[in-house]
């Protein structure tokens, strides 16, 4: 009785757009940076919805986490480490204070964990701001070069982008084998009911806490590849507005479904780019992207379509045969 | 060696005491009844059992292995496990996705033969395919006894198990009852003299937190102490 069904032919649809895109851009190496923005969105986002729409938490200080991966691996990078080894220590290092931030989330549930959260991404955001030596301040890191790649050289715009696509294509994959193994079925007892979860014998607290080391990965190792993509962080990158941003693609998309978020990154991250000549009105284009997908989804784009029948469906409830 | 041998069991909330020295020892596969007015500590001793109060003191013993202090998790996989006063099962998932949550951290799952005769036994052919929420209240409280059942707990705490169901459904959940004494031991929580009577081995009686009495209904029933102060009154 596997409560979910899995289909992968989605997965190898958008590896194909993951990797095609750049590909066909390339022409255009604008665009194609547009493209790469929106595939660590998706990193991004598809994180998030690990945390918001599977586990139930929202955690606003996300950006923060990937700030401190970026920052992290940045320094390693300056004091002489190779890229890769330095994202890799600089993720994990991350990952595990995300973990540690997350452990408000024991203690406190929905609306009260997004508050403190708020409050700890503020924190982190003033931190970067401090620690000038570590960070530079409200200056920001500039050129910051492109990753090696063994055996001389570095990497180019365009194997930058399809590293990117590979990672958005891994972190789907992981989502979506997470959610159809018994951690996934975990998570969603706990956003559902989490003092029922821990009667049926889960141990939440765990749970809890793995939810938050992946998702702060998928943060991690997106704030890690950002810093060279753009050449440019600085505590800006990694503000609240950023999480709101990545939580608005979930939310929008679609929490809890395996694609919704994936669309959501797609249709909201590039808006800021390609509205960059009418910037009067960028705004007020999102703002009402996101009012119209609240009255009319209000289960986001990829939930309209699946969730929301459910409720008129169980009030006709046919019989079914046998299973 | 009782299956639950719970000992001196206090609770405090600030100035109350909801639960003073209560023991309450259960034998497996005996039928215990607990009653008592409304704010007895009924529910308390139930939450202090299942490892849902971090301060209650005293000795709780379950199946020999001392259990006051340890996370309700624990308890349940130990094979303690209980239902609330107020159904609660997952609302928004299928009948099937509360199984399978009830499965995933199960330490004797049932095996898959198993939970389908266990289905048929509560009459739920059928009505998993779509969210729990969409039940009756009825059909949520099968729910919740399955989800216990696929677990195969050594003892179910049930917490008023016939509360807001219809005199119909009341006499349907009595007759369940007596036949789940054969699958699991059961601890029954009632304010309907009814299910106590038709259902319990031995009865446990809360007042004001402190036990006045325990035996066998009958002996209950005709305990002065007991008539006085709850059966005489309106509660009953």
């Known amino acids: 009785m596997r409560p979910y069904i899995t289909r992968w032919w989605p997965h190898v649809l958008f590896a194909l757009a993951a990797f095609g895109t750049p590909l066909l851009l390339s022409g255009n190496r604008y665009f194609a940076f547009i493209a790469g923005i929106t595939l660590i969105s998706v990193l991004w986002s598809t994180g998030m919805n690990l945390l918001y729409g599977y586990t139930g938490l929202m955690p606003m200080m996300f950006g923060g986490i990937a700030g ?34 997350g452990l408000p989330s024991l203690r406190l549930r929905g609306f009260y964990f997004t508050l403190c959260s708020l409050v700890i991404q503020t924190v982190i955001t003033l931190g970067f701001v401090y620690f000038v030596n570590l960070t530079n301040g409200d200056t920001g890191i500039s050129q910051i070069p492109l990753p090696e790649i063994p055996g ?66 998928f943060a991690s190792i997106g704030g890690a590849l950002y810093a060279p993509y753009l050449g440019f962080i600085s505590p800006r990158s990694f503000d609240v507005l950023v999480s709101l941003n990545i939580w608005l693609m979930v939310a929008f998309g679609g929490r809890g479904t395996i694609w919704g978020p994936a669309i959501g990154a797609v249709l909201l991250a590039p808006i800021p780019f ?19 997908v609240i009255v009319l989804l209000p289960a986001g784009i990829a939930g309209g379509v699946r969730r929301a029948p459910r409720p008129a469906q169980a009030a006709t409830l046919k019989p079914e045969r046998a299973r | 060696m009782s299956l639950l041998d719970a000992k001196g069991v206090s609770m405090r909330f600030g100035g109350v005491t909801a639960l003073r020295d209560v023991d309450v020892r259960q034998e497996a596969n005996e039928t215990l009844g607990m ?11 139930v939450n202090a059992m299942t490892g849902h109060l971090k301060t209650a003191q005293g000795k709780i013993l379950f199946d020999g292995v001392p259990i006051l202090g340890r996370r309700p998790f624990a308890i349940a996989s130990a094979g303690l496990t209980r239902t609330y006063q107020a159904v609660r099962v997952f609302g928004q998932l299928t009948g099937h996705e509360n199984i399978a949550a009830a499965l995933v951290d199960a330490t004797r799952p049932l095996d898959p033969t198993g939970v389908a005769e266990t289905i048929a036994w509560l009459n739920l052919d059928g009505r998993l395919g779509a969210p729990a929420g969409g039940l009756t209240l009825f059909e949520q409280r099968k729910l919740e006894l399955l989800m216990r ?15 807001g169901l219809s005199s119909h459904e009341v006499r349907a959940m009595i007759a369940l009852l007596a036949e789940l004494k054969a699958r699991c031991t059961v601890f029954l929580i009632e304010h309907t003299m009814k299910v106590i009577r038709e259902l319990a081995d031995r009865v446990v009686v809360l007042l004001a937190g402190e036990k006045i009495a325990d035996g066998p209904p009958r002996d209950i029933l005709a305990d002065k102490r007991v008539v006085e102060n709850y059966l005489g009154s309106h509660d009953a």
């Open chain 1, 152 to 217: 001389g050289g570095r990497l180019s715009g365009l194997s930058y982008d399809l590293v990117l696509a590979a990672l958005a294509v891994f972190g789907v994959i992981l989502l979506t084998l997470i959610v159809n193994a018994p951690f996934g079925r975990r998570l969603i007892a706990i956003r559902e009911d989490d003092g029922l979860a821990e009667t049926l014998g889960i141990n939440v607290t765990r749970q809890k806490l793995f939810a938050f080391f992946i998702g702060s990965m």
């Open chain 2, 149 to 163: 059942l696929v677990q195969r707990p050594k003892l179910l705490m049930l917490d008023e198990p016939v509360g």
């Open chain 2, 35 to 45: 009653i008592g007015p409304n704010g007895s500590g009924k529910t308390t001793f």
């Open chain 1, 68 to 101: 401190v991966s970026a920052y992290a691996t940045i320094g390693l990078v300056a004091i002489g480490w190779s890229f890769w080894p330095a994202m890799l220590v600089g993720s994990l290092g991350a990952s595990l204070i995300g973990v540690i931030l």
């Open chain 1, 274 to 292: 390609l509205l960059q000549d009418y910037y009067t009105i960028k705004d007020v284009v999102y703002g009402l992207l996101i009012i119209g």
